[in-house]
């Protein structure tokens, strides 16, 4: 099972600040924290990861509870091609990621 | 540099016949994944591989066979193909590096087993 809880679907209007949350509640003291995208059915995009601090990158913010048990993407100013699913991740041990459902962003005019 | 690439795009296979899917990489990247997509559903971790001549069984191996003969390639191998075999199938590379694993995706394999 996936030690991550999203949403199934949100949606954004575009220029705004969308804000996509993740639990992983069960998470342990080293492992990261992955978000990838998939845009329609090509392969997923890697966008950003942490372990403990905030990070920020080109394309988005990764915003991580203290407690490490929740965090946020934010994608600052959306636009139409933002649209996708969103996949937070859990790093287990040797790389074997789980990927959830996702949540379903849409972006609308 | 052309990342990951796969081969083929699209196939039709037929209850109980076997085929191989080619996954080929160029950015010199000691892992490889080869994850299944159902409809509707994330990503599954099928088999992966930390090095050349090593291959790891992941979530859902059952019914599938790997090879990682050369550093750059990664085959996934169907013996007897059965119709829950459908999906999408994604190759993915990454290098190690404890604190960035970020994964390179394939285009995918669209395969439909009869």
């Known amino acids: 099972d996936a030690k991550t809880t999203q949403p199934p679907s949100m949606d954004c209007a575009e220029g705004r600040a969308a804000n996509l949350p993740c639990n992983h509640s069960t998470i342990s003291g080293n492992e990261y924290v992955y978000w990838y995208r998939q845009i329609h059915s090509q392969g997923p995009q890697y966008i950003i990861h942490g372990l403990k601090n905030n990070e920020t990158n080109e394309m988005a913010s990764l915003i991580i509870t203290e407690d490490r048990k929740s965090s946020t993407l934010i994608l600052p100013h959306a636009t139409l091609r933002d649209t996708a699913v969103y996949y937070c991740?859990?790093?287990?041990?040797?790389?074997?990621?789980?990927f959830g459902a996702g949540t379903r962003l849409t972006v609308k005019p | 540099n052309a990342g990951v690439t796969q081969t083929p795009k699209f196939r039709v296979l037929k209850t109980g016949q076997s085929m191989t899917l080619l996954c080929a990489q160029d950015m010199n990247h000691e892992y490889m994944y080869w994850y299944r997509q159902d409809p509707g559903m994330g990503l599954r971790l099928i088999h992966y591989s930390v090095g050349e001549g090593t291959t790891a069984k992941g979530e859902v191996p059952d019914g599938y066979n790997v090879s990682r003969l050369k550093k750059q390639n990664f085959l996934l191998g169907l013996e007897s193909a059965a119709p829950s075999q459908t999906s999408v199938y994604f190759c993915?590379?990454?290098?190690?590096?404890?604190?960035?694993?970020?994964?390179?995706f394939g285009p995918g394999t669209r395969l439909t087993v009869l």
């Open positions: 993915a590379s990454s290098p190690w590096d404890r604190a960035n694993n970020e994964q390179f």
């Open positions: 991740i859990v790093r287990y041990d040797n790389n074997d990621m789980r």
